[in-house]
């Protein structure tokens, strides 16, 4: 029987703001959202405002979402879904502090300071929505490469070629995948930091552009996190109470 691995959870990475999220077209590929947008009657076809559309998306899950702790108080924002093929929705992200770009510090000269959540739903082995394999349980590996990938996403190595990032950002994101599936790997150190009041165990790694990390909570999510002038060492995590919180 064909095995299909799901630690990469989907193709999408947890990298553009909601802001930046364009109006879903076809259910098949809705993975802002969740929704069947087939379903809708054709007079409320009109477009919906990106953050409405993101927080339908938050409020289709049967998981808990996570996001920095109440001693953070700069601003956050909702960011993309990631959805199955048959519309579950298999993980998300939040950001706080700046709201990063890829050129970042090259374009603008000053340095921003965020860090983006990402939970992902602790999944049993189930099968691909095709019938054709089983997909692997998503685990800490599966949101420490979505960390990765996503830090990816808003970096822009110094005198870089436009032309040539495209190349870099595969490159990089392959690297990404196989230092993920190896947590266990000298690249790899580990930080304690408090979920839900309770301290925790993390995988850590800084580079360049910035430090990921990925762990697991009592809650029945796996955490990812990635960020760029915020220290990981200070931050903790809990469960978003209101989503209404977050723009």
């Known amino acids: 029987m064909e095995t299909t691995s799901s630690s990469r959870v989907g193709a999408q990475t947890a990298e553009a703001p909601a802001t930046a999220a364009a109006p879903a077209q076809d259910p098949q590929t809705d993975a802002v959202t969740g929704a069947q947008t087939d379903t809708q009657p054709q007079e409320a076809a009109a477009p919906v405002p990106a953050a409405r559309r993101t927080a339908e998306g938050f409020l289709a899950a049967d998981f808990p979402w996570y996001g920095l702790d109440g001693a953070f108080s700069g601003p956050r924002w909702l960011m993309q879904v990631g959805t199955a093929a048959d519309g579950t929705v298999e993980h998300g992200s939040t950001g706080h502090g700046d709201e990063p770009s890829a050129r ?5 000269g000053e340095k921003e300071r965020f860090a983006v959540v990402i939970t992902v739903a602790s999944n049993p082995l189930r099968r691909s929505a095709d019938g054709t394999g089983v997909l692997e349980a998503t685990s800490v590996s599966s949101a420490a490469w979505l960390a990765g990938s996503g830090l990816l996403a808003y970096s822009w190595p110094g005198q870089m070629d436009h ?3 495209d190349d870099w950002l595969d490159q990089q994101t392959e690297a990404a995948w196989e230092l ?15 979920v839900d009041g309770e301290p925790t165990p993390f995988h850590y790694r800084e580079s360049e552009f910035g430090w990921v990390l990925a762990g697991s909570t009592g809650s029945g999510v796996h955490l990812g996190a990635y960020g760029r002038g915020m220290s990981a060492y200070g931050i903790g995590f ?6 209404g919180t977050y723009e």
Do not use: K, M
């Open 163 to 165: 032309s040539l990032r």
């Open 180 to 194: 993920a599936d190896d947590l266990a790997g000298e690249d790899w150190s580990t930080l304690s930091l408090p």
């Open 238 to 243: 809990s469960a978003i109470a209101d989503l």
């Open 104 to 108: 970042g510090e090259i374009a603008t």
